[in-house]
């Protein structure tokens, strides 16, 4: 089936510790998302990449990093400069040409990030 | 800036009933794109419905219903005859025609439906 997958589900952090978000798609996207959910909260953008080895900051890219080294995988990695990294953290995908669903951006199922 | 504005936090009707979702949003483009996704308790983002800037048509799709006034700014969304399943935060969102297309969300709304 094809869809945005992302791993772990449920993921624990001692303070201190780098921990990284795997995010994999399959619908042959060219860009992908990162997002942060608080609770009560809408989603704010993290991170962002239209073409592979190539990403621009988001909204609130301070302690978080990525790579793109494949055009199917977008990890991000929350580096113990984040501050409160407690939150849900969504990933996303978009194709960049071919009609309606260019502008559609498909969101994968998330993974809760608990430091503790 | 762009901003997305969701005024209703939380909204509880009972089943069978109509609700209305509202969503007011600002932007200096004059080609943006709105959507409104559900989110329910697993998490996930569920795509239900993108406008674009310069299709004021109205759109309905079974249950669902989609008023886009640019007059107003704003991209309300009904659902009628509620049922149970359709509890879940929705949020509504806007992209401008940027190669990015980044998205900026409302705050979501949690609708409840009783049964």
């Known amino acids: 089936d094809g869809g945005i997958t992302q791993s772990p589900k449920y993921l624990f952090r001692k303070e201190g510790q780098n921990v990284t978000l795997s995010c994999e798609q399959n619908l042959n996207h060219d860009a992908m998302y990162w997002y942060r959910q608080d609770p009560g909260q809408g989603l704010r953008l993290i991170y962002y990449s239209q073409i592979v080895n190539d990403f621009q900051k988001g909204d609130i890219a301070e302690g978080y990093s990525v790579s793109r080294e494949k055009k199917e995988s977008f990890p991000l990695t929350v580096t113990s400069a984040q501050k409160n990294p407690t939150a849900f953290y969504l990933c996303?995908?978009?194709?960049?040409?071919?009609?309606?669903?260019?502008?559609?951006?498909?969101f994968g199922p998330g993974t809760r990030l608990t430091v503790l | 800036a762009q901003k997305v504005t969701q005024a209703q936090t939380e909204i509880s009707v009972v089943e069978k009933e109509d609700v209305t979702l509202d969503c007011v949003y600002e932007t200096r483009d004059t080609t943006y794109y709105l959507f409104w996704y559900k989110q329910p308790p697993s998490g996930e983002l569920v795509f239900l419905i993108r406008?674009?800037?310069?299709?004021?048509q109205n759109e309905i799709s079974g249950r669902y219903s989609w008023n886009f006034q640019k007059s107003t700014s704003s991209f309300n969304f009904t659902i009628t005859a509620s049922q149970v399943v359709d509890s879940a935060v929705y949020f509504c969102a806007l992209s401008e025609a940027g190669s990015a297309r980044q998205l900026t969300f409302g705050s979501g709304t949690q609708l409840t439906v009783l049964p």
């Open positions: 406008r674009n800037s310069f299709d004021e």
């Open positions: 996303a995908s978009r194709m960049l040409a071919g009609g309606r669903s260019t502008d559609t951006q498909y």
